[in-house]
Nanobody, 117 residues
Framework: QVQLVESGGGRVQIGGSLTLSCKGSGPGTGFVLNDMAWYRQAPGKQRELVASLTEDRTRTYANSVRGRFTISRDNAKNTVYLRMSDLKREDTAVYYC?????????WGQGTQVTVSS
């Protein structure tokens, strides 16, 4: 079974930066993650798509993060990254990774990002 483990979250000041990582593992020696995305869920809100990256390197971003966040991946490590800069208070949420456009994999535990003054 595929397992996703997110890390890199923490508490950061407004305007600061963080880089999140999502390590995937699965059955067999040839396992490779599908097209992937980062999602987030703020308290009291639904989970939303933040950024996606397809096999042909097409990147899409939510309007709220475009220009501030960058998604990338290292296939050799089966790891997806989210570089976040100029963080705003409204970026506070639990961040998750999963396949895109459909979330096929079991959700990981996520990583908490808290942005404060």
């Amino acid at each position: 079974q595929v397992q996703l483990v997110e890390s890199g979250g923490g508490r950061v000041q407004i305007g600061g930066s963080l880089t999140l990582s999502c390590k995937g593992s699965g059955p067999g020696t040839g396992f490779v993650l599908n097209d992937m995305a980062w999602y987030r869920q703020a308290p009291g809100k639904q989970r939303e798509l933040v950024a996606s990256l397809t096999e042909d390197r097409t990147r899409t971003y939510a309007n709220s993060v475009r220009g501030r966040f960058t998604i990338s991946r290292d296939n050799a490590k089966n790891t997806v990254y989210l570089r976040m800069s100029d963080l705003k208070r409204e970026d506070t949420a639990v961040y998750y990774c999963n396949s895109f456009p459909m979330s096929y994999y079991p959700w990981g535990q996520g990583t908490q990002v808290t942005v404060s003054s």
